[in-house]
């Protein structure tokens, strides 16, 4: 197979390069700017995707059987356009395309099914709305031009490499045996997937006649509370974590920050409103098994142990907000 991944450097995108690399497939990384971070054997193309015609220059003299669309733009935003555009410049003789989605496509709620309706145009969240209209637009494609479109929408993606301060903001409090603040109650629903579960659902996707036209939710299928979450990171470092409850109010007044660095309370945006998901369209159609949440944890820690950097942290914030209100 001939792969064309948009967006291969970092955690998934990456994973997944290795994963069709150990497979013998052919594979290519199309992105922004060059990078000496590609594995051995990866052909490099540079091409802003906002730029159809440089992606067609960039991919001329290629044919690809599958495009995996892996990449977001997380200073810019990555619009329902600049796939469009994307979509067009490779799309012509593709077995596959399979876009990277995300559960905040259906923009809010709880235990969603494939065929709910995803956020509208006007949502406020702009990563919620690209998502949902980057997914409108491909399925467009699908009935209009035949694109053989997948689309997968996981929730929280955790493992080996994530650059996201996630699994290490708590590691790295729990090592150094500070107290964890839990926002609320610790009652609001999280619910995820596992890096190497992700990507065998990429492959999957690609080789499965069936996915063609489909959406797939990716996810270990129980959500669990922000309490469970910690505890279960602590359970994966083999030690005790201590729990402090503080009011969102309180975090809020405060200006405890979502997405940090400064003031961030709770991991880079594990503090929002749930929306989770069923799975069992991908069990049924793809054969979809998540590892166990437990064990992947582990490994996930044993990756942490060997190469995360930890940073000097400022605490200030946690701090005050541990002082009696």
Not at 126 to 131: D, G, I, L, P, T
Not at 223 to 252: D, F, G
Not at 298 to 314: I, N
């Amino acid at each position: 197979m001939r792969a064309l991944v948009i967006g291969g450097t970092l955690f998934i995108g990456r994973r997944l390069v290795e994963r069709l690399l150990e497979e013998g497939h052919s594979v290519a990384v199309l992105h922004r700017r060059k990078t000496e971070r590609l594995p051995a054997g990866v052909e490099e193309l540079v091409a802003d995707r906002n730029d159809g015609e440089a992606v067609k220059r960039a991919v001329a003299g290629r044919r690809f059987d599958v495009v995996f669309d892996n990449v977001y733009d997380w200073e810019r935003g990555t619009t329902a356009a600049q796939v469009e555009v994307t979509a067009h410049a490779l799309g012509e003789g593709l077995q596959r395309y399979v876009f990277m989605s995300s559960v905040a496509a259906y923009g809010e709620g709880l235990d969603h099914v494939e065929e709910d309706p995803l956020a509208p145009d006007d949502h406020p969240v702009a990563y919620v709305r690209n998502k949902a209209a980057s997914e409108r637009v491909l399925f467009m494609l699908h009935r209009e031009r035949g694109l053989p479109v997948v689309t997968l929408r996981p929730p929280f993606v955790y493992g080996p490499g994530n650059p996201f301060y996630r699994e290490a903001f708590f590691w790295d409090r729990i090592e150094e045996g500070r107290p964890i603040i839990v926002p609320g109650d610790g009652s609001r629903l999280m619910q995820f997937v596992f890096v190497e579960d992700l990507v065998w659902t990429c492959l999957r996707a690609a080789a499965e006649p069936a996915a063609v036209g489909e959406a797939f939710n990716v996810a270990h299928e129980r959500p669990l509370t922000q309490t469970e979450v910690v505890m279960a990171l602590a359970r994966a470092a083999h030690k005790q974590a201590r729990l402090v409850y503080v009011e969102r109010e309180r975090i809020e007044a405060a200006g405890g920050s979502v997405m940090g660095p400064q003031r961030l309370y709770f991991g880079v945006y594990f503090d929002v409103p749930p929306i989770t998901e069923r799975v069992e369209k991908a069990r049924r159609l793809l054969g979809f098994t998540p590892t166990d949440w437990e064990a992947a944890l582990r490994k996930t820690y044993e990756w942490y142990r060997a190469h995360h950097v930890r940073q000097r942290q400022d605490y200030s914030f946690e701090d005050s907000l541990l002082e009696p209100g």
